[in-house]
Each structure stands twice: as C-alpha cells, then as structure tokens.
C-alpha cells in the first residue's frame, strides 16, 4: 500500500478556484494509478477524477468534466486535482487513492488519504 495525505481544501465561493494535492509515500508512487473521490453529508461516495501511473491517461466523472483537471508529478510523489469553476454542488470531502488500475470504482483502490473538506459558497 501507499500512504496519502491530502492537502488545500478550504472555503472558495462560486465560480473560484483550489488545488488539491495528493502527497504519498511508501509503495513506489510511479507505478499507481491514482483516483479522487468524494463524499457530501448523506450522500455516498463518487468518484470525480483518476490518473494512470504516467499520467497519460486520465477519466473523469461527467459533472466536473472541463471544470477539473487531474494531474501527477511522479519526481514529487503527488496528485493534483485543479478544480476551477466551483459550484456549491462540489462541497464535499475528497480523497485521493491509490490503486492498480484506472477505474472509477472505489473498490479498486487499496490505499486511502483522510481526505480534505472543500466548501463552496453560493
């Protein structure tokens, strides 16, 4: 397993912008394909971004297409996920993960962050 710790959640109002990073260590980071999730208050989680262990290949969930952009910087051991655009619906804990495979299923993910809050205020 990897071990994660993500950082730069905080309160944004509409329309602005964070940056989330991912930082891990243990398991060799370059060979994990790497996947951020979130949860809302009384909802379950859901996925929003994955990349693979080169970053060439990326997927993201539907409702934060164009508006989100996952990125790695393997020399760093860290994910990013730049979030623009924000809209109150984004408030949630996210978490990155870890895994083998590129997959918007939780359940493919061995290794997980405590997760960081993001607010948005309308």
């Known amino acids: 397993q990897v071990q994660l710790v993500e950082s730069g959640g905080g309160l944004v109002q509409a329309g602005g912008s964070l940056r989330l990073s991912c930082a891990a260590s243990g398991r060799t980071f370059s060979s994990v394909a790497m996947g951020w999730f979130r949860q809302a208050p009384g909802k379950e989680r859901e996925f929003v971004a994955a990349i693979s262990w080169s970053g060439g290949s990326t997927f993201y969930a539907d409702s934060v297409k164009g508006r989100f952009t996952i990125s790695r910087d393997n020399a760093k051991n860290t994910v990013y996920l730049q979030m623009n655009s924000l809209k109150p619906e984004d408030t949630a804990v996210y978490s990155c993960?870890?895994?083998?495979?590129?997959?918007?299923?939780?359940?493919?993910?061995?290794?997980w962050g405590q997760g960081t809050q993001v607010t948005v205020s309308s």
């Open positions: 993960a870890g895994g083998v495979i590129v997959t918007a299923s939780p359940l493919d993910y061995d290794s």
